[in-house]
T-cell receptor
Framework: DAGVTQSPTHLIKTRGQQVTLRCSPK?????VSWYQQALGQGPQFIFQ???????QRGNFPDRFSGHQFPNYSSELNVNALLLGDSALYLC??????????FGPGTRLTVL | EDQVTQSPEALRLQEGESSSLNCSYT??????LFWYRQDPGKGPEFLFT???AGEEKEKERLKATLTKKESFLHITAPKPEDSATYLC???????????FGKGNQVVVIP
C-alpha cells in the first residue's frame, strides 16, 4: 500500500515565478492538508481540502492556492514567489477527521 | 492563540541512556495530541495519537503519555537509529489543522 507521494522532490525557482506542487494521498484517504516547514521550525498549516473544496485555511496570503481533484489528489500553487517562500512543503492525508500522514515533502528553493 | 512548546530543543544521549522529551500545550478543547518523528530533509513519520489525560501508548523503545497540560515522550535505552527530531502537534475540536511545536532534536551517540 503506497503512502502519501509528492512531486517533485526538489525545485529551484527565481523570485516572481510561479510553482505547482503535487500530492497523491494514501489509499482510502479523502482529506489533504498542506504545510510549510522552514528550517529548524515545526510545520505551519497552509490549508486543507475535502470533497474538492478548501475547508480551512491558515495564515497564508492569497498567493498560496490549491486544488483537489475527484481522485483526492491535490495541488499547491504559489504565485509571485518570494525568497521567504523557500521551505519544505509537506502534504498530509487522512481519513475524514483522523490522524494525518505526511509525504516526503518537496524542497523549494527561491533564488 | 494555540501554543505548543517542546523542551529541550536539543538533546545528546549516550546509547542506552534513557530520557524524556516534553511537549506542553495551552489550548482549549484538545481533540488529540500527536507525536511524529522526522529525519533530516524527510517528511514527519507518525508515531502516536493520544486523546485523553492518563492515556499511554508504546512502540518499541518509545512511550508517550498525556496529562491535561503536557505530554512526554520517553525514550528507553536509545540506539543511534533513534536519532531524529521529534515533533509534537495538537488538534482542537472544531479545527482541522495541526499546530506543531518546534521539535526536540535528539542525537544518540554510540
Amino acid at each position: 500500500d503506497a503512502g502519501v507521494t509528492q512531486s517533485p522532490t526538489h525545485l529551484i525557482k527565481t523570485r516572481g515565478q510561479q510553482v505547482t506542487l503535487r500530492c497523491s494521498p494514501k489509499s482510502g484517504h479523502d482529506t489533504v492538508s498542506w504545510y510549510q516547514q522552514a528550517l529548524g521550525q515545526g510545520p505551519q498549516f497552509i490549508f486543507q481540502y475535502y470533497e474538492e473544496e478548501e475547508r480551512q485555511r491558515g495564515n497564508f496570503p492569497d498567493r498560496f492556492s490549491g486544488h483537489q481533484f475527484p481522485n483526492y489528489s491535490s495541488e499547491l500553487n504559489v504565485n509571485a514567489l518570494l525568497l521567504g517562500d523557500s521551505a519544505l512543503y509537506l502534504c498530509a492525508s487522512s481519513p475524514t477527521g483522523d490522524t494525518q500522514y505526511f509525504g516526503p515533502g518537496t524542497r523549494l528553493t527561491v533564488l | 492563540e494555540d501554543q505548543v512548546t517542546q523542551s529541550p530543543e536539543a538533546l545528546r544521549l549516550q546509547e542506552g541512556e534513557s530520557s524524556s522529551l516534553n511537549c506542553s500545550y495551552t489550548v482549549s478543547g484538545l481533540r488529540g495530541l500527536f507525536w511524529y518523528r522526522q529525519d533530516p530533509g524527510k517528511g514527519p513519520e507518525f508515531l502516536f495519537t493520544l486523546y485523553s489525560a492518563g492515556e499511554e501508548k508504546e512502540k518499541e523503545r518509545l512511550k508517550a503519555t498525556l496529562t491535561k497540560k503536557e505530554s512526554f515522550l520517553h525514550i528507553t535505552a536509545p540506539k543511534p537509529e533513534d536519532s531524529a527530531t521529534y515533533l509534537c502537534a495538537v488538534r482542537i475540536y472544531g479545527n482541522n489543522r495541526l499546530a506543531f511545536g518546534k521539535g526536540n532534536q535528539v542525537v544518540v551517540i554510540p
